[in-house]
């Protein structure tokens, strides 16, 4: 089974974007969270897919999180 590791400045990020989308939208803040780390884990188990950032790391690949 493939992994992905989320640094802890990425881990605070995600929280602080919850935390904004739930003052809201509590449910659509957990829906963006559990959509963030499928997205993720399918990055893991396909890491050539989705776009190159190669001009910001080497070997950075992403691809946007559009249905949450």
Request: hydrophobic share 45%; with cysteine.
């Amino acid at each position: 089974m493939s992994r992905y590791i989320l640094t802890a400045q990425a881990k605070l990020d995600l929280k602080e974007i919850k935390d904004y989308i739930a003052r809201h939208n509590p449910a659509a803040a957990r829906h963006f969270v559990e959509a963030f780390r499928q997205q993720c884990q399918l990055l893991a188990k396909f890491p050539s897919m989705g776009r190159s950032y190669i001009q910001l790391a080497p070997l950075l690949r992403g691809f946007p999180l559009v249905k949450w």
